[in-house]
T-cell receptor, first 119, second 110 residues
Framework: GAVVSQHPSRVICKSGTSVKIECRSL??????MFWYRQFPKQSLMLMAT?????????EQGVEKDKFLINHASLTLSTLTVTSAHPEDSSFYIC???????????????FGQGTRLTVV | QQPVQSPQAVILREGEDAVINCSSS?????VHWYRQKHGEAPVFLMI?????EQKGHEKISASFNEKKQQSSLYLTASQLSYSGTYFC???????????FGTGTKLQVIP
């Protein structure tokens, strides 16, 4: 299957600093990528939909100024957690859809996830 | 509002069967099933697109009842590798704005 690479897999940062997480589709082009957040023992919650060349669409309750998303190319989307605080500590996961497959029911491929710890 | 899964957790012995249910308060256009191991990303199992559809391999299969807004995942002759948390996912259409269910933690023991 297609590969989505997410980097870094783990990051520890100090409160108040910013952290950037990258999501790359390695062998396909993805005009749409999704960012999820998962707190311990909870489900995945969709944060935003990242669209290549346009602004991301954020879910209700997600602060767009805090979670900056950039999707500048067909293979890369980045999520920047700005002014991170301990409550932002979570598992962040991206997924991507192969643009060439088309249709709304195409399988999404997940990155490995990023464990963010803010101290 | 996310779909509700039942049971929340289940422990099986190798070789036993299990059923995981997913129920939505909103109309379902498609249902996806995923398995997630601790500390890892979810792995896609299957997607069901039409009401009444059943899908899967001989040991892991699923059904989708569009009218009841429910889906069930069937695990037969469970193996140790089946352990993990299972999530159903729903959306207004395919993978757009997928909402994940509450999750079911499955543990298979020898």
């Amino acid at each position: 299957g297609a590969v989505v690479s997410q980097h870094p897999s783990r990051v520890i940062c100090k409160s108040g600093t910013s952290v950037k997480i990258e999501c790359r589709s390695l062998d396909f082009q993805a005009t749409t990528m999704f960012w999820y957040r998962q707190f311990p023992k909870q489900s995945l919650m969709l944060m935003a939909t990242s669209n290549e060349g346009s602004k991301a669409t954020y879910e209700q309750g997600v602060e767009k100024d805090k979670f900056l998303i950039n999707h500048a190319s067909l293979t890369l989307s980045t999520l920047t957690v700005t002014s991170a605080h301990p409550e932002d500590s979570s598992f962040y996961i991206c997924s991507a859809i192969d643009s060439t497959k088309g249709g709304m029911n195409t399988e999404a491929f997940f990155g490995q996830g990023t464990r963010l710890t803010v101290v | 509002q996310q779909p509700v899964q039942s049971p929340q957790a289940v422990i099986l012995r190798e070789g036993e069967d299990a059923v995981i249910n997913c129920s939505s308060s909103k109309a379902l256009y498609s249902v996806h099933w995923y398995r997630q191991k601790h500390g890892e990303a979810p792995v896609f199992l299957m997607i069901l697109l039409k009401g009444g559809e059943q899908k899967g391999h001989e040991k892991i299969s699923a059904s989708f009842n569009e009218k009841k807004q429910q889906s069930s995942l069937y695990l037969t002759a469970s193996q140790l590798s089946y352990s993990g948390t299972y999530f159903c996912g729903t959306g207004p259409g395919g993978y757009q704005k997928v909402t994940f269910g509450t999750g079911t933690k499955l543990q298979v023991i020898p």
